[in-house]
């Protein structure tokens, strides 16, 4: 069965402090992978998405992500955080058919000014 | 916002209610969605329509029936639900016709449900 696992259920960082998510997926064959963001009082959104190709993917307000398939891993990263990087991420993939997508159980990350 | 609402926002029934949540899109997709996210559980997929039509059920129990007349609402119907169905059911919609969970989904803020 596939699943996605978040390694840190809870981060709190300084800002200017480096991110990075860990995401683990347990997947057979070719798999899809995303990170959502969930801003406080806001709607799921999108992050970034890696479908193929190039491994490292840039999504939006300066985050990226790095598939590494030999460590099943997708990793969400950031260089340098800011207070309105408070938000839960979410990691999530999907099977190739494109009618299963898993979530991780989330990361909430709080950032202090 | 992100042009998926729904309604109510929050609801409290006993078990051997019938109630209905309802999402709409106005972002002119084809795909909908819903989700239901429980305390300490991750989200979990649900059903799945594209152009109106059911193309995912994720063994899902038979107390919870959607609906989708059209491809601008999709409905929750709920009747003799159980108090650990309590949770947010969330709403999401994409643009592709095919109802591949890979499209990227705009998700509306979510009803919480709480059954007594």
């Known amino acids: 069965a596939q699943s996605v696992s978040q390694h840190n259920h809870h981060v709190i960082l300084s800002e200017a402090a480096s991110l990075e998510l860990g995401c683990n997926y347990s997947y057979g064959g070719t798999v899809n992978l995303f990170w959502y963001v969930q801003y406080p009082g806001q709607h799921l959104q999108l992050l970034l998405k890696?479908?193929?190709?190039?491994?490292l993917v840039k999504g939006i307000k300066g985050f990226e992500a790095e598939f590494i398939k030999s460590k099943f891993s997708f990793n969400l990263r950031k260089p340098s955080v800011q207070w309105s990087d408070t938000a839960e991420y979410f990691c999530a993939g999907a099977n190739n058919a494109g009618n299963m997508l898993t979530f991780g159980g989330g990361t909430r990350l709080m950032v202090k000014p | 916002e992100t042009g998926v609402t729904q309604t109510p926002r929050h609801l409290v029934m006993g078990m051997t209610n019938k109630k209905s949540l309802k999402c709409e899109q106005h972002l002119g997709h084809n795909a909908m969605y819903w989700y239901k996210q429980s305390a300490k559980k991750p989200l979990e997929l649900m059903f799945v329509y594209s152009l109106e039509e059911r193309v995912e059920n994720n063994s899902v129990p038979s107390r919870f029936s959607p609906e989708c007349p059209n491809s601008s609402h999709l409905f929750l119907h709920l009747h003799t639900l159980q108090p650990e169905d309590s949770a947010l059911y969330l709403c999401?919609?994409?643009?592709?016709?095919?109802?591949?969970?890979?499209?990227?989904?705009?998700f509306g803020p979510g009803t919480r449900l709480t059954v007594l």
């Open positions: 999401a919609s994409s643009q592709g016709t095919s109802g591949r969970v890979t499209d990227t989904q705009y």
């Open positions: 890696y479908f193929s190709g190039d491994p």
